[in-house]
């Protein structure tokens, strides 16, 4: 099994920023990816920015050039740095991990909320 434990989230003014982490434990060989997701109330979950275990990335179109994916290897933790914050980026935030061993198996944190509000 595979355990995810975020921090980071909270109550930002539009404009500000917050940086999320997640740690990985447990059956963590063979990741191929982690990320994060994101779920609005009334709303679908949805992806935003992922990285490989290769490095590559990928972001939502919504976040691109204000959010910056990192990933520590040796931490098993994965970053998510939010800058310009937007009130339309409140939602609840989900660390993400898939694995493969035999075939893919992805994990999810319990989420952490992020309130963008004046």
């Known amino acids: 099994q595979v355990q995810l434990v975020e921090s980071g989230g909270g109550l930002v003014q539009p404009g500000g920023s917050l940086r999320l982490s997640c740690a990985a434990s447990g059956s963590i060989s063979n990741i191929i990816t982690m990320g994060w997701y994101r779920q609005a109330p009334g709303k679908q979950r949805e992806l935003v920015a992922a990285?490989?275990?290769?490095?590559?990335?990928n972001y939502a179109d919504s976040v691109k050039g204000r959010f910056t994916i990192s990933r520590d290897n040796a931490k098993n933790t994965v970053y998510l740095q939010m800058n310009s914050l937007k009130p339309e980026d409140t939602a609840v935030y989900y660390c993400?991990?898939?694995?493969?061993?035999?075939?893919?198996?992805?994990?999810w944190g319990p989420g952490t909320q992020v309130t963008v509000s004046s």
């Open positions: 990285v490989t275990s290769g490095g590559a990335t």
């Open positions: 993400n991990l898939v694995r493969q061993a035999g075939v893919r198996y992805a994990f």
